[in-house]
């Protein structure tokens, strides 16, 4: 039996899966400006490169986040839409955005108190 504590922790996966770099923003956006094309999504998140976009669109419909719909049209047309799996998201991504309008600034605070101690302590240091 593994030693509980070596174990990873349980929510891990789920953190890789929904906090990673673009899929918060990507399913923030699907959700709050609705189905959109993929010229849509780029202009809605401009610092995201196309190829990564495709890449994160691709996963999130494979992890059942995201839905694509294939319109067989001249020119062909594709929609992007969060999946009722997504929209579970939610309420996770409301508290996150909640715990950062009321804490955010502490952990500015905080930062610039460690970066300033740090930086105290390096020129003592050097004499």
Not at 26 to 34: D, V
Not at 40 to 53: A, D, G, N, S
Not at 67 to 84: G, L, Q
Not at 92 to 103: C, K, Y
């Amino acid at each position: 039996m593994a030693d509980p504590a070596q174990q990873e922790c349980p929510i891990s996966p789920v953190v890789e899966l929904v906090l990673s770099r673009w899929t918060t923003p990507i399913l923030w956006t699907l959700e709050h400006h609705g189905r959109s094309r993929f010229n849509e999504l780029q202009r809605r998140l401009p610092t995201i490169t196309p190829k990564v976009l495709t890449q994160r669109l691709r996963q999130l419909e494979r992890d059942g986040l995201v839905t694509r719909t294939y319109h067989a049209e001249i020119p062909p047309r594709v929609e992007y839409a969060i999946s009722e799996l997504g929209r579970t998201l939610v309420p996770v991504f409301d508290a996150i955005a909640n715990w950062s309008d009321a804490h955010l600034s502490q952990v500015t605070t905080a930062r610039r108190a460690y970066d300033t101690a740090r930086a105290e302590e390096e020129a003592w240091a050097e004499g």
